[in-house]
């Protein structure tokens, strides 16, 4: 069984690692300086980016795991737990990573951008996996970093140590565009099984019993986190999952509208709308007629 740790402060982190707490919202971590240790489960109260240098040990993330090989950064942020498992002989952790308290951020320009980092949400095995240069350049900022935390704390501290972390994540966020693109038949074959299961949902009795289908609960089913699945799907079509639902969901009502004889109320629960007027309002923002405008107009 793996100890567990809880890491709500940097310093806890710090002296797990071996290292001195140079300012106490943020540090940038080397694990070569860390002492030898086993698989642990850990517990965050801070922001945790981690570069993996190599294999260590697989590291589970909720009902995840992922073998890390060289060059992937993985991103925790509060209240999330990660677990190194397979690892009972002791181990030198290899890597690089970077912590840092939400503290730190309160005030400035990044604390509302944190948000708008979806990777913060995504499953380990959503990894973002880097080339050389990409690597490169984020040991450069981590250098930047780990200079300002060299420096004696003055008004100029947090600004500087904030800014240069919203750097590095612009770039994590710019990296990730590439990975999208990069792999694109993946992707291609992720769109195909969303479609496949958009159909399985409505031909199944589904919408009558849990509603309409949500970005959350197909991306589960195609195994992947809800912010990974919905950032996948707007690279690939320029639309937002909730928005290719809806256009799938208008789709299929088309096809109920013109084959069968029931009436718009009874076709907007069999879509699983709880409230018909819901369903017609949908429908009216997407195609610019009711449904009942839309038969009728298709009936002569």
Same mark, same amino acid.
């Given at each position: 069984?793996?100890?567990?740790?809880?890491?709500?402060?940097?310093?806890?982190?710090?002296?797990?690692?071996?290292?001195?707490?140079?300012?106490?919202?943020?540090?940038?971590?080397?694990?070569?300086?860390?002492?030898? @240790?086993?698989?642990?489960?850990?517990?965050?109260?801070?922001?945790?980016?981690?570069?993996?240098?190599?294999?260590?040990?697989?590291?589970?993330?909720?009902?995840?795991?992922?073998?890390?090989?060289?060059?992937?950064?993985?991103?925790?942020?509060?209240?999330?737990?990660?677990?190194?498992?397979?690892?009972?002989?002791?181990?030198?952790?290899?890597?690089?990573?970077?912590?840092?308290?939400?503290?730190?951020?309160?005030?400035?320009?990044?604390?509302?951008?944190?948000?708008?980092?979806?990777?913060?949400?995504?499953?380990?095995?959503?990894?973002?996996?880097?080339?050389?240069?990409?690597?490169?350049?984020?040991?450069?900022?981590?250098?930047?970093?780990?200079?300002?935390?060299?420096?004696?704390?003055?008004?100029?501290?947090?600004?500087?140590?904030?800014?240069?972390?919203?750097?590095?994540?612009?770039?994590?966020?710019?990296?990730?565009?590439?990975?999208?693109?990069? @792999?694109?038949?993946?992707?291609?074959?992720? =769109?195909?099984?969303?479609?496949?299961?958009?159909?399985?949902?409505?031909?199944?009795?589904?919408?009558?019993?849990?509603? =309409?289908?949500?970005?959350?609960?197909?991306?589960?089913?195609?195994?992947?986190?809800?912010?990974?699945?919905?950032?996948?799907?707007?690279?690939?079509?320029?639309?937002?999952?909730?928005?290719?639902?809806?256009?799938?969901?208008?789709?299929?009502?088309?096809?109920?509208?013109?084959?069968?004889?029931?009436?718009?109320?009874?076709?907007?629960?069999?879509?699983?709308?709880?409230?018909?007027?819901?369903?017609? @309002?949908?429908?009216?923002?997407?195609?610019?007629?009711?449904?009942?405008?839309? @038969?009728?107009?298709?009936?002569?």
């Amino acid at each position: 069984m793996s100890n567990k740790f809880i890491f709500d402060t940097v310093h806890e982190y710090n002296i797990f690692n071996n290292h001195d707490t140079l300012h106490p919202l943020v540090t940038v971590i080397d694990f070569s300086k860390a002492h030898k @240790r086993t698989g642990s489960k850990m517990t965050f109260g801070l922001f945790y980016i981690f570069l993996k240098d190599v294999h260590c040990g697989d590291l589970k993330y909720g009902c995840n795991t992922y073998d890390y090989e060289e060059g992937t950064l993985v991103f925790v942020s509060p209240g999330q737990v990660i677990d190194v498992e397979n690892k009972v002989d002791l181990y030198q952790p290899i890597g690089h990573g970077l912590a840092f308290h939400p503290d730190l951020i309160k005030g400035t320009p990044l604390n509302n951008l944190m948000e708008d980092y979806h990777f913060f949400k995504y499953n380990t095995n959503e990894a973002l996996h880097l080339s050389k240069e990409e690597r490169n350049i984020i040991m450069d900022c981590f250098k930047k970093i780990q200079f300002e935390l060299n420096h004696t704390i003055d008004k100029h501290s947090k600004k500087l140590i904030a800014s240069n972390i919203e750097l590095f994540l612009n770039y994590c966020e710019r990296f990730y565009d590439r990975q999208f693109i990069t @792999r694109e038949s993946a992707n291609k074959g992720i =769109l195909e099984n969303f479609e496949e299961e958009l159909n399985g949902y409505f031909a199944s009795d589904k919408p009558a019993t849990l509603g =309409l289908p949500s970005v959350s609960n197909m991306a589960e089913s195609l195994n992947l986190s809800a912010n990974y699945f919905g950032d996948l799907i707007k690279k690939e079509t320029g639309k937002t999952a909730q928005e290719y639902i809806q256009l799938k969901t208008i789709d299929i009502a088309k096809s109920k509208i013109f084959e069968t004889q029931k009436n718009i109320n009874e076709i907007a629960y069999e879509l699983g709308f709880k409230y018909p007027q819901h369903f017609s @309002r949908l429908f009216k923002n997407k195609e610019g007629i009711t449904p009942m405008e839309f @038969r009728n107009l298709n009936s002569n």
